[in-house]
């Protein structure tokens, strides 16, 4: 649920969603190699608009940084945040000095992002990014690309595809900048050096023998102006039409000009919230099985504290508890304990603590017996061992 404000909020029926989902992507992405980072959420505004306007002067049709959303923090004398518009920039410069040469790292973060939307209001995205560092090959980009479409085609999304093109080196977008318009109309990238005609043929060739559908684009625009080469979008069809669910690409002039160290890089991202409705609407979320839980019920204001040693011992048996947190009859109790899906119900009433006993009630089956305080633990694991039984 996104809030006027664009943040978003959660309910616990959406939430454990949200779990499985980030639960899986994380298995994918620990079985290709990559480890997880955490980022701040604050940002060195200075360094955020370096990043994203890097290359900038190549090719004015990139947006620069007008979209981030800023913050002024005093901190001894005044110095300029921003709320984390995007991942890549922070994960280069804080992993800058810990890559030695021929070496690849390989990173992913699951992380909250903040930008201003088309009316200057921020919006809070949640975003999957993958970074691999290290690398120029042509192997690498196959591999970030295919990652890509493996994470969602493993998510239940079998129809996702892939829109590929490339921005070319240097040389490339300077002699296409330097090009007559009619010229950046033909269908053909004719803009692309021999060396990146050929790179972009092998990536072509390599998808294509792996059966992942795509399509050549004459030009995809990036989000920020630090692309070069190899540059993809990952699409869904849907009944409203084609769905952008992500994209990425290589930068690997963005670590000289945010660190002084050139460090090739290739990486995309996955726009969390999208994929989350594609899912949810698809109904392809596993409904977990409920776990079984057990509902205390004190009649007596003198023994909430017991309420609370049975809780705490039942919960160091790994049983899950409910408590009733105000006193009620013994009907409305049983009311709640039924709506709170437990299924069993503890209740401590003063005359039968006095003979050393509770009474437990099994929900489902209407029936109800004593059981010694000392056996309330072993009592339960039975009912529970039984209750799986049926």
């Known amino acids: 649920m996104i809030s006027k404000l664009g943040i978003h909020q959660f309910q616990p029926d959406k939430v454990w969603k949200w779990k499985s989902l980030e639960a899986r992507i994380a298995r994918i992405l620990s079985l290709n190699d990559y480890k997880e980072i955490r980022l701040s959420v604050l940002q060195d505004y200075q360094l955020v608009q370096q990043g994203i306007n890097a290359l900038s ?23 300029l945040f921003s709320l984390r518009p995007e991942g890549t920039i922070s994960v280069l410069h804080h992993c800058a000095e810990l890559i030695k040469p021929q070496e690849i790292k390989r990173y992913y973060y699951l992380s909250t992002m903040f930008r201003k939307d088309a009316q200057g209001n921020p919006q809070e995205y949640h975003q999957l990014g993958v970074e691999l560092l ?74 294509a023998n792996l059966a992942h559908q795509y399509r050549m684009e004459k030009q995809l625009v990036r989000n920020f102006a630090y692309y070069n080469g190899t540059v993809f979008n990952f699409i869904l069809p849907t009944r409203e039409g084609d769905l952008l669910l992500g994209g990425g690409g290589r930068y690997d002039q963005l670590s000289r000009t945010i660190t002084g160290k050139k460090i090739p890089a290739v990486g995309f991202y996955l726009d969390i919230d999208a994929l989350f409705e594609q899912m949810d609407s698809r109904e392809l979320f596993q409904y977990q099985n409920k776990e079984f839980s057990v509902y205390i019920a004190s009649q007596s204001e003198e023994l909430e504290m017991m309420m609370l040693q049975i809780a705490q011992e039942l919960q160091e048996n790994n049983i899950k508890t409910v408590l009733s947190a105000d006193k009620h009859s013994l009907e409305d109790d049983t009311l709640l304990a039924k709506k709170s899906g437990s299924e069993l119900m503890i209740i401590i009433r003063e ?32 009912a529970r061992k039984s209750l799986n039984k049926d």
């Open 57 to 79: 002067q190549v090719n004015t049709a990139f947006p620069t940084a007008d979209n981030i959303v800023n913050l002024l923090a005093n901190c001894g004398e005044e110095s």
């Open 134 to 207: 290290g690398s120029d090959s042509v192997m690498s980009d196959n591999e970030v690309i295919s990652l890509g479409l493996k994470i969602l085609h493993n998510l239940g999304l079998k129809g996702a595809r892939l829109e590929l093109s490339s921005l070319g080196c240097d040389n490339c977008q300077l002699e296409y900048s330097a090009a007559p318009a009619a010229d950046k109309d033909t269908e053909e990238l004719q803009h692309l050096c021999p060396s990146c005609h050929y790179k972009l043929l092998q990536i072509m060739k390599v998808q």
């Open 351 to 382: 005359e039968n603590v006095r003979e050393g006993k509770v009474l437990l009630r099994k929900m489902n089956k209407e029936h109800q017996d004593y059981v010694g305080l000392s056996n309330i633990v072993d009592e339960i694991l039975l």
